[in-house]
């Protein structure tokens, strides 16, 4: 499919810009020369936006304008979404918004991208184009600006948290030392830029196999607390043992659980903290989830622990799980008492994650149908009735429910 895109773009190509010509840019590249996978595949042409669709039409294929204004037009070839941008310069920016200007000059074009690592083209035989060094820095795993570190991010403040970001998926020993200097000198700028771009970023960060060396060096130079002033209360310590544990368990990457690993478990902080960053509300949901439940004690028989799992949902219980079994085996090797912890935490995690929640199996109406008349003392009944039910773990049927609902009406 990306062939024959490449095709149509470069049809009567020959080697001047008339005909335009078409080439793989940034994540694509940078992924496929470092033997990683490629999720999607952006292509950047000489051809402006309205001769993009032209050809489209003419070749049948699917052509939609999903950001004319930046020049973007996306193909659709077997289903797959294929993003065409004609190529830009940068004409003025203010740190959050840039204005750019459509161009035939695939220098021009490198240059305003924000890493050496992700200005990298392929032309359609596949070769590698690089005009701004950024093959040598794949070779080596660092992640760098292209040009001048400062002034890159003082056209868009996001780029410090690119740095990171980019530092934690595909970087190696310490970041480059420019770039962090001057990551260190615009930090307070983050405040500027929208609370979407920011999260977007941050979840991302967030998300990479791991994210621990990227956070220290971002605590380091004060970059984490400009965006998580409350990682300070609590720290970044616990990510190690944690990823260290989703590893050996199989549990996928989840910037959530990251995120609560780093900040404190009280819910109105959490609360502002989602405001803040404008978290959806079911990642805020879970977020706080794991404030508002009871810590476990891991010593809980089932039948216990059963009866939390009710009271309290089974997702909070399942964070601070994770949570507390990643700070038990990194404890564990040095200490037989958090081996045995550890232990003990797995088995209720499994049970936690394979729980059911048990039906309740009496309702208002059955109050009601009980002579109780309607108010209050209708949810009160049903309340004191549940609590017993939970409390003997559920034992009892609907019919012996209802039997003791008639002891209590009188
Ligand atoms: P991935 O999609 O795997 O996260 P990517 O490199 O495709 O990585 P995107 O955020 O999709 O990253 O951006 C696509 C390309 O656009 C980047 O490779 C980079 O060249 C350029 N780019 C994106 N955001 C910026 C930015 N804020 N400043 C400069 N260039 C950017
Ligand atoms: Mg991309």
Not at 66 to 86: A, N, R, S, W, Y
């Amino acid at each position: 499919a990306l062939g024959r895109i490449l095709a149509l773009l470069n049809a009567d190509h020959g080697g001047g810009v008339e005909g335009g010509e078409a080439r793989v840019v940034g994540g694509a590249v940078r992924n496929s020369l470092m033997g990683l996978p490629v999720s999607d595949i952006d292509i950047a042409t000489t051809l402006r936006p309205e001769a993009v669709m032209e050809r489209a039409a003419a070749a049948g294929v699917k052509a939609v304008p999903t950001g004319l204004q930046h020049g973007t037009v996306t193909l659709v070839i077997d289903g797959k979404p294929f993003e065409v941008t004609t190529l830009r310069t940068d004409v003025e920016t203010d740190g959050r918004h840039a204005k750019v200007a459509f161009s035939t000059d695939w220098k021009a074009d490198a240059e305003r991208r924000d890493l050496t690592i992700n200005a990298l083209y392929a032309d359609a035989e596949g070769e590698v184009v690089d005009l701004v060094g950024g093959l040598a820095d794949i070779e080596t795993r660092n992640i760098r600006f292209i040009g001048d570190a400062a002034r890159r991010i003082a056209e868009d403040h996001l780029r410090i948290l690119r740095f990171f970001r980019f530092f934690a998926y595909y970087g190696s020993g310490r970041p480059d030392a420019e770039g962090l200097k001057a990551c260190a000198a615009a930090r307070s700028k983050l405040k500027a830029l929208s609370a979407e771009r920011v999260w977007s970023e941050l979840r991302k960060l967030l998300g990479a196999d791991d994210p621990g060396r990227a956070l220290l060096w971002m605590r380091q130079v004060a970059v984490l607390t400009e965006i998580l002033p409350e990682s300070e209360r609590w720290g970044i310590d616990a990510i190690p043992s944690l990823v260290a544990t989703e590893k050996a368990l199989g549990w996928a990457p989840d910037p959530l659980l990251r995120l609560a690993a780093i900040v404190p478990p009280d819910a109105a902080r959490l609360e502002a903290l989602s405001a803040r960053l404008k978290l959806s509300n079911s990642e805020a949901a879970t977020l706080k989830a794991w404030a508002i439940t009871a810590p476990v004690n891991d010593e809980m028989t089932s039948a216990a622990f059963e009866r939390l799992l009710y009271r309290n949902g089974a997702d909070g219980i399942t964070t601070r799980l994770k949570l507390a079994l990643g700070v038990a085996r990194g404890k564990a090797e040095s200490d037989l008492d958090e081996m045995a912890r550890s232990a003990r935490l797995g088995k209720l995690l499994d049970q936690a994650m394979t729980w059911k929640k048990p039906q309740f199996p009496v309702n208002g109406a059955d109050v009601i149908a009980a002579d109780i008349p309607s108010g209050p003392r209708v949810g009160e009944l049903l309340a004191v009735l549940e609590n017993q039910w939970v409390e003997e773990n559920f034992a009892s049927d609907r019919a012996a429910l209802l039997a003791r609902l008639q002891q209590l009406a009188q």
